[in-house]
Each structure stands twice: as structure tokens, then as C-alpha cells.
């Protein structure tokens, strides 16, 4: 059974940057695509960026694309969401989500999940 434990979320101004990190235990994850999602209130979860095992290939959702960055580090088993020139509709509580098959931009598409990070920035 793998776990995986988001951090590194908080309150931040428009324009500030923050990184998640998630961490995954239980077993190597190195095999996995791993991805980032998010939920705001009231709003159904959302895809934001995937990244294939190898961390070669990535893909955003063109809400976020120029501004984050998806990463992993296979040896800490840890994946990254660099979020850079944050806008107050970015708010949201962010998952992580691994086990992930192509295209990797769906619910479904992940086996197992984090509890969540919230990331809220102010205007």
C-alpha cells in the first residue's frame, strides 16, 4: 500500500511562489506517473500538471502552464509542484496522486491519493 503526504501549502500573496512537495512511502514509487490536482470550494477537483517516471515528460493544464513546474526526485520518492507568479484563483486544496496511466489528466487515470495541501493566495 502506498502513501503519499502532501506539504508545503499556506497563505501567500498574489504574484509569491510556493512548493509542494509529496512524499510517498510504502513502496518505490519510481515506476509511477505521478500528478498534481486541485479542489476549490464549491468546484470539482481539477487536473494540473502530470509527470511520466522518469520525469522527462510533463504536461500542465493551460491554467497553469508558464507559471508551475512539476518534478520528482525518484531517490527521496518524492514528487514536486513549483508554483510561481501565484493568482487568487489558484486557491484551492491541492492533491497529489500516483499509480497514474496515460493520458494522466483524469480522476481514474491515478490508483491512490494524498489528503491534500491547501494553498490560498491573497489579492
Known amino acids: 500500500q502506498v502513501r503519499l503526504v502532501e506539504s508545503g501549502g499556506g497563505l501567500v500573496q498574489a504574484g509569491g511562489s510556493l512548493r509542494l512537495s509529496c512524499a510517498a512511502s510504502?513502496?518505490?514509487?519510481?515506476?509511477?506517473?505521478m500528478g498534481w490536482f486541485r479542489q476549490a470550494p464549491g468546484k470539482e477537483r481539477e487536473f494540473v500538471a502530470t509527470?511520466?517516471?522518469?520525469?522527462?515528460?510533463?504536461y500542465y493544464a493551460d491554467s497553469v502552464k508558464g507559471r508551475f513546474t512539476i518534478s520528482r526526485d525518484n531517490a527521496k520518492n518524492t514528487v514536486y509542484l513549483q508554483m510561481n507568479s501565484l493568482k487568487p484563483e489558484d486557491t484551492a486544496a491541492y492533491y497529489c496522486?500516483?499509480?497514474?496511466?496515460?493520458?494522466?489528466?483524469?480522476?481514474?487515470?491515478?490508483?491512490?491519493w494524498g489528503q491534500g495541501t491547501q494553498v490560498t493566495v491573497s489579492s
Open positions: 496522486a500516483g499509480g497514474g496511466r496515460l493520458p494522466g489528466v483524469r480522476l481514474h487515470d491515478y490508483d491512490y
Open positions: 510504502g513502496r518505490t514509487f519510481s515506476g509511477d506517473r
Open positions: 509527470i511520466n517516471r522518469s520525469g522527462g515528460s510533463t
